[in-house]
């Protein structure tokens, strides 16, 4: 088991060497936005929708974000539904109208492959309409792979910061002998990692220059929950 743990270690060491100059460059980004009194979107399909949760409503995290989590994306009702959806291409505007996004506002777009409909067609619709777009995905995988979107694009090739998630191709990359297919899939833990030193930094920035950042403090302590209202 300690292999396994040296393994995904390594991965956290390769965002810690790559990406914390993304990582700040998003969270100067977001801090800028919440000061301008604008919005901060969060989003993702498939298992990438985590990446969303560990951000929104959490002890720890930060109280404004707005994440565009529906179930047709998750996996809470079937384990190909999303698969479905992410590919079809006029979803992301009806999120994107449904949930009010503005010029100047943020939105962090999720997606591991970053080639699907549903990342792209929202990075594409958040520029034309003036928002800044971070995306966090894997970019070994999506170099290696075709854009499943009309346009061509992927995901990293639309936002304004791109955050490797330094996973491997095909995500899970961890081979046991005897097993065809690779085991543990790595965003599970980058993603966490990312999101972890983006709040904290976001968190860092406010409080230096003077304004408070609204974190929430974990329900399940004693006033807790009366702190958070």
């Known amino acids: 088991m300690l292999d396994v ?3 995904y270690q ?3 060491d390769r965002i810690n060497e790559t990406q914390v100059e993304n990582i700040a460059l998003a969270a100067k980004l977001t801090a800028d936005a919440f000061e301008k009194g604008q919005k901060i979107f969060v989003t993702g399909s498939g298992h990438s929708h985590t990446f969303s949760e560990e951000l929104y409503g959490r002890a720890g995290g930060l109280a404004f974000f707005v994440p565009m989590l529906t179930s047709e994306l998750t996996l809470v009702e079937h384990p190909t539904k999303s698969t479905f959806v992410e590919r079809l ?3 992301a505007a009806i999120l994107f109208e449904l949930y009010g996004c503005k010029k100047d506002d943020v939105i962090l777009i999720a997606s591991n492959s970053g080639r699907n409909a ?3 067609e929202m990075a594409l619709l958040a520029k034309e309409a003036g928002l800044k ?3 966090v995905t894997n970019v070994k995988h999506s ?3 075709a854009s499943r979107h009309p346009s061509g694009k992927r995901l990293l090739e639309l ?3 791109v955050i490797d998630n330094c996973g491997d191709l095909g995500d899970a990359a961890y081979h046991l002998e005897g097993i ?3 085991v543990g899939p790595t965003s599970s833990i980058s993603n966490s990692v990312i999101a972890l030193l983006y709040t904290v930094e976001i968190a860092r920035l406010l409080q230096s220059r003077g304004v408070e950042a609204p974190v929430f403090v974990s329900a399940n302590v004693d006033g807790g929950f009366e702190k958070n209202e």
């Open 10 to 12: 390594s991965t956290i």
């Open 180 to 182: 065809e297919a690779p």
């Open 159 to 161: 936002a304004d910061v």
């Open 143 to 145: 170099l290696a792979t």
């Open 5 to 7: 743990i040296a393994y």
């Open 118 to 120: 549903y990342p792209v």
């Open 89 to 91: 291409p006029g979803y």
């Open 133 to 135: 777009v971070v995306a």
